[in-house]
């Protein structure tokens, strides 16, 4: 849907995700802002908070595919830039690949992050690793 509110359109689009189904994103047009609420978060209503490989890729294509330079999330301070964004979301795909590659392994999982990386992980990334690893499903 797209709202013209004069000097600014908000176009709002269903994206989903793990977090929840209705997810919803608005992106403002003319400051290249995307407000993303709550749809990057993990599934905080399984057993164990988790990301599944098919549904964070579909969501991060949805997400990607603004012009933003400005992402808000709902939980976070500070608004994140687009170069802060870029590495989070290829965290994400990265994730999403090798938790399917390594078959749900999160030490080979962690091992070739890191070495991908040359340094070792965070604690967010080491987390992030966890929540691919529990939604994950053969």
């Given amino acids: 849907m797209t709202i013209d509110l004069g000097k600014i359109t908000c176009v709002i689009e269903h994206v989903g995700g793990d977090h929840a189904n209705d997810s919803c994103i608005i992106y403002i047009e ?34 990607e595919a603004y012009d933003a330079e400005t992402y808000i999330l709902s939980h976070h301070d500070q608004p994140r830039t687009r170069l802060e964004m870029e590495a989070e979301l290829k965290l994400m795909k990265e994730c999403a690949r090798a938790v399917v590659e390594h078959r749900g392994n999160r030490a080979l999982m962690e091992q070739e992050l890191a070495k991908g990386l040359k340094r070792d992980l965070t604690e967010d ?3 992030t690793i966890g929540f691919f690893v529990n939604g994950y499903v053969e």
């Fill in 30 to 63: 003319e400051e290249k802002t995307l407000f993303l609420g709550d749809c990057l978060y993990a599934n905080l209503y399984a057993e164990k908070w988790n990301y599944t490989a098919e549904q964070a890729l579909l969501l991060l294509k949805k997400i």
């Fill in 125 to 127: 990334e080491l987390e």
